[in-house]
T-cell receptor, first 117, second 114 residues
């Protein structure tokens, strides 16, 4: 596609429910990233994929959070037993490559606004 | 540890200049600059690599002082469209698998008035 797409754009859920957030990166981009942005805050790194593997998942806040990427393309971020503090905008980004001497210019999707009641 | 941006907010009139600074306590591989308008995704502005390479938009300039781990974004002859929140993101020079992890500053809110 022309850009990074994410779905759904908005998700309202009840505390304790599981949610899945989807990211479709730019075609051909090998690297994919998930970030979280709470109201009025900066962007918080969650996890980074190179192909289908995740070399860095150090930003996942708890074991309730998991992510996978299949076929080197689509990624799903899953939050189990959601809590109110999980409410935020979840942003996905992709880049063509990621490695030594690469620019690693990241293109962001529009985000999924998650509200946990 | 996230980089520190300064100032936290800037108010300009059209045509005025501004400098936004980003400082890290870590040795850096690269510094990225993004602009985010309210309710929209961050948009890439500039990337500066250790060693002097850089890539970005023609109308945006920035510097990266590798010894001080500091970067500055220069906005000249500001336009109304420059309004938004500016974030710097840093990649630490840890080698290995760290190239994808951007650690963002808290943001600088820029407002340009007519």
């Amino acid at each position: 596609g022309a850009g990074v797409s994410q779905s759904p754009s908005n998700k309202v859920t009840e505390k304790g429910k599981d949610v899945e957030l989807r990211c479709d990166p730019i075609s051909g981009h090998t690297a994919l990233y998930w970030y979280r942005q709470s109201l009025g805050q900066g962007l918080e790194f969650l996890i980074y994929f190179q192909g289908n593997s995740a070399p860095d998942k150090s930003g996942l806040p708890s074991d309730r959070f998991s992510a996978e990427r299949t076929g080197g393309s689509v990624s799903t971020l899953t939050i189990q037993r959601t809590q109110q503090e999980d409410s935020a905008v979840y942003l996905c980004a992709s880049s063509l490559v990621s490695g030594p001497r690469s620019y690693n210019e990241q293109f962001f999707g529009p985000g999924t606004r998650l509200t946990v009641l | 540890q996230q980089p520190v941006q300064s100032p936290q907010a800037v108010i300009l009139r059209e045509g005025e200049d501004a400098v936004i600074n980003c400082s890290s306590s870590k040795a850096l591989y690269s510094v990225h600059w993004y602009r985010q308008k309210h309710g929209e995704a961050p948009v890439f502005l500039m990337i500066l690599l250790k060693g002097g390479e850089q890539k970005g938009h023609d109308k945006i300039s920035a510097s990266f002082n590798e010894k001080k781990q500091q970067s500055s974004l220069y906005l000249t002859a500001s336009q109304l469209s420059y309004s938004g929140t500016y974030f710097c993101g840093t990649v630490e020079n840890a080698g290995g698998t760290s190239y994808g992890k951007l650690t963002f500053g808290q943001g600088t809110i820029l407002t340009v008035h007519p």
